[in-house]
């Protein structure tokens, strides 16, 4: 019979809400930290008594539509027993390969954290193609040196209360693990479709922040010649500016960047993405013209409201 690995002396950090499909999985592979500690926002599901029946600590996070949002909140105010902090979405796995590389690398003293790469599993299939794969995000560091950038997207309604794609800014040498962790959802396209909802609400502020040349101050800020995210960074700000977004985006997933090789999966996601882009585009028009309304009351229109005949005139 083998020896159970050793606790790696890494604090892992989940944001959940009404996660149960989710979490059982997320919480067998974070099994080896030392520590695993959920962020709650009033789960109404069995989040919370799953998470304590793996042994993980929750907190609760309330939300009060101002910075910080969850995960710099935690970061702000949590006492975190290790230096190191591993931030794990509840839809996300860490193989036993990449939790050996985790206990080597946080012992090397040159780096403050590490970029983790990302698989994303869509339809059993995971996503290989169409500019998904590699999906590089700083999610291993020293907690004490590492925050969350402010895209100033916080007053936008329906985002939710959690960081969407924001990137953490550290003080200090940053450096690439070699294996991947699983971005695997067991939920539905329901699920999927709603998250983007949400999402289209905060990439819409992000456009238009970007259109308006808003302030990058907080922001790990765009660089043709920075790392990767930040190269990504600088190429979203030419994006915005492009006509006939949702078509050229199908065409860049499906066609340029081979998307079709993921077979129904890839053509699926395609199309969804291309629709993602489309609600990205009416909400940026909607924020541009109608303040984030659908429609803004006139005098005529007031007026119009005040003179409506009652329902009884009109049975007359």
Not at 28 to 51: N, P
Not at 265 to 289: F, H, P, T
């Amino acid at each position: 019979m083998s020896a159970k690995p050793e606790k790696v002396p890494v604090s892992v950090l989940i944001p959940a809400k009404d996660e149960e499909q989710n979490l059982p999985a997320c919480l067998e592979s974070v099994a080896r930290a030392d520590e695993i500690i959920l962020v709650d926002s009033q789960s109404r599901d069995r989040t919370c008594e799953i998470a304590e029946s793996y042994g993980a600590k929750v907190v609760q996070f309330y939300f009060n539509g101002r910075w910080p949002k969850k995960k710099n909140w935690s970061l702000d105010t949590l006492p975190f027993r290790n230096d190191w902090v591993l931030i794990v979405d509840c839809d996300e796995r860490i193989t036993p390969e990449l939790w050996d590389e985790i206990a080597q690398a946080i012992k090397d003293p040159t780096y403050a954290g590490y970029y983790l790469n990302r698989r994303v599993f869509f339809l059993g299939k995971w996503i290989r193609y169409g500019g998904k794969y590699p999906d590089w995000n700083l999610r291993l560091f020293k907690h004490k040196l590492g925050r969350y950038e402010n895209l100033k997207t916080e007053d936008i309604p329906n985002t939710g209360d959690n960081e969407v794609h924001e990137h953490v800014i550290l003080e200090g040498k940053t450096g690439y693990l070699k294996y991947d962790m699983l971005h695997i959802d067991f939920r539905d396209i329901y699920h999927w479709l709603e998250r983007h909802n949400r999402y289209s609400n905060w990439e819409a502020r992000v456009y238009y922040n970007i259109l308006t040349d808003s302030d990058e101050s907080g922001t790990i800020g765009a660089n043709l010649f920075g790392d990767a995210v930040q190269r990504k960074r600088f190429l979203k700000k030419i994006w915005v500016r492009l006509p006939f977004k949702p078509l050229l985006r199908f065409i860049l997933f499906y066609v340029i960047r081979l998307g079709f090789l993921d077979g129904k999966a890839g053509y699926i996601y395609a199309r969804l993405l291309s629709q993602y882009e489309y609600q990205i585009g009416v909400k940026l028009y909607e924020l541009q013209q109608f303040g984030g309304r659908l429609n803004i009351p006139t005098p005529a229109q007031d007026s119009l409201s005040q003179t409506s005949p009652e329902p009884a005139e009109l049975a007359n």
